[in-house]
């Protein structure tokens, strides 16, 4: 069962999606900034993060630079969704898997999702 | 006394109400029920603010996600999506709210006001915060220590709410200026309103002034009275006189109507009160320019009707001796029409000026109490400039002996008054001017016969021989 980290500070956004993917069979945690997701991180271990860029206390950047720098995390797959800011995570390759604009198509979102950590076993 | 440093808002008219701007560092309610233009009024300023060089957080308290405030700013004018992110930040405290309750929320903006180092703060859904507040003083609190962080880091704070605050709620101690939007209608013209409620160390514009929202956000018109409350000069003060654009009628009035005076002609429609306007436009010169300002007559059609006087109008405005600022509202707002004419008059160094008429004024007016100030500020400013007037007003009655004054103390606004009628005389219709009153002058007081033709106004002395001219129905003079 794979486990997904969904970090935004507009909770209405979170849990929306939070639902979606929880529907299609994946664990999922909320975190509403970029610090409480590098908290949570330490202590669970976490399949992808899907973040948004504009937060308080830690924006998007630079929570996916901190788990970057974390050896045990270099792996780990971020997805950025953003209206605004969607441009710096496109012109940054190396810290997001993929980026959406928001709003977004919650389909396409999850399609993405499947394609990098694999469609959940059937509950 | 060092003058207080202000945030200028931007926002066209506000910064005259608030003399200069906001107080920098100080925290303002702005209050309104929900489309009454808060959330405008707020991003528009942030989006100034940014423009010049400040940097913005804007913090949430409410659901509604900010991609959804991004899709509605983004019809405005000034939304400028480049600064979202980077000079402009949009924070979202509900979470924080909700979880761990408004000290949380509290410390959380702390924070984000020194790592943005953010001069201007919004925070947007106070009402929920008071709904979380388990008392009032809860909320109290919640704004003194956010104000106390802000000013301390020298930011200003703007609290959003869509609730009417009373004028003694605990919220509005705690502020140093509440920005109260409203709206009400106006036969069916919805009217906005803007009044600033409280107003610490600073001599703002009080009172309620209209506004508007365009697709460039708000803007907000200063009642013309509270602007020019004391005229912005002096005016040259000297007796000298003017000539009428009527050679006769200058003689009668001894050499002219006096200079920077303003002259009301009354007359049912038909009458030749704008014949007689553009007689007083046609004496404008190059160094002493005219302006019509006028909301009937299109330009073409008024330089036809002067064409028709033997006056080439096209030919001054030409030369520079005349302007023609045709006003096609019907709906608008008082002041907005107000301060365009005392533009117009700045920028061309405008020194006659004729308003035709006085009564379209009135029906932009959505409250007519006001009208009196109105007049008396706009006229007032205009002697001060040293500018003539010959303003035009239409009476309902074509014949008949009332005569109803315009405005309730008439003499405070016009220096002197001209009633025109139509008087049946010899089977003839003819046309009566009088003069009622000239400011500091003799005048020859006959009644004058007013004649049209294509060489202009001419004025006679008529109606000797009859009494009762003034009613329209006259009678010989026994013995005649």
Known sequence: MSTILVVDDEYLIANI???????????????GNGQKALDLLKGKRVELVITDYMMPVMDGEALAVSIRAEPLLQALPIILMSGAQAHKGRDNPRLFAAVFDKPFDIDQLIAKVKELVGAPEAP | ???????????????????????????????????????????????????????????????????????????????????????LQFVSAFDTMEQEGLDEVVKLLRGEISRHQASLLIVDGLLNARSRAETPLDTKKFIAELHGHAAFAGCTVLF??????????????????????????????????????KTRGSGALSGIHECE???????????????????TGLGTGELTRVPSGVPVFDSMLGGGLPAASVTLAMGPSGIGKTSLGVSFLGAATAA?????????????????????????????????????????????????????????????????????SLGAFTRLASN???????????????????????????????????????????????????????????????????ILKVRDSYYDPALLELIISDHGIDLQKAFSQATGV???????????
């Open chain 1, 17 to 31: 999606l939070g639902w979606a993917l929880e529907d299609e069979g994946f664990d999922v945690e909320l975190a």
């Open chain 2, 288 to 356: 002493e320019p005219g302006l019509h300002f006028g909301f009937y007559e299109t330009p073409h059609r008024l330089r036809l009707k002067a064409g028709a006087l033997g006056y080439d109008f096209a030919a001054m405005e030409r030369a520079g001796a005349l302007r023609i600022a045709w006003q096609p509202t019907t709906e608008g707002v008082l002041d907005d029409v107000g301060m365009r004419l005392l533009r117009l008059v700045e920028q061309h160094n405008i020194k006659r000026v004729l308003i035709d």
């Open chain 2, 1 to 87: 006394m060092e003058p207080l440093k202000r945030l200028a808002t931007g926002i066209p008219g506000l910064d005259e109400l608030l003399k200069g701007g906001l107080v920098v560092g100080a925290s303002y309610i702005v209050q309104g029920r929900p489309g009454s233009g808060k959330t405008i009024l707020a991003n528009q300023l942030a989006f100034n603010h940014v423009a010049h060089g400040g940097r913005v957080l804007v913090a949430t308290l409410l659901s509604e996600s900010h991609e959804r405030l991004f899709q509605y700013l983004s019809t405005l004018s000034f939304f400028d999506p480049a600064k979202i992110g980077a000079q």
């Open chain 2, 368 to 434: 007519p109490m006001r009208l009196n100030e109105f007049f008396r500020a706009l006229t007032g400013e205009l002697r001060a400039r040293d500018v003539s007037v010959l303003a035009t007003w239409e009476m309902r009655d074509i014949f008949g002996s009332e005569i109803n004054a315009p405005a309730p103390d008439l003499s405070s606004i016009v220096d002197n008054l001209l009633l025109m009628r139509f008087v049946e005389m010899e089977s003839e219709l003819k046309r009566l001017l009088s």
């Open chain 2, 470 to 480: 003034m009613s329209g129905t006259p009678s010989q003079v026994p013995g005649s």
């Open chain 2, 213 to 231: 929202i365009t697709e460039d956000g708000i803007q907000v018109y200063p009642r013309l009275e509270s602007l020019y409350s004391h005229p």
């Open chain 2, 160 to 197: 959003l709410t869509s609730s009417r605050l009373e004028d003694g709620s605990p919220e509005h101690t705690m502020v140093d200026g509440v920005i109260e939007l409203g709206d009400e209608l106006f036969g069916s013209r919805s009217v906005r309103r803007i009044q600033l409620r």
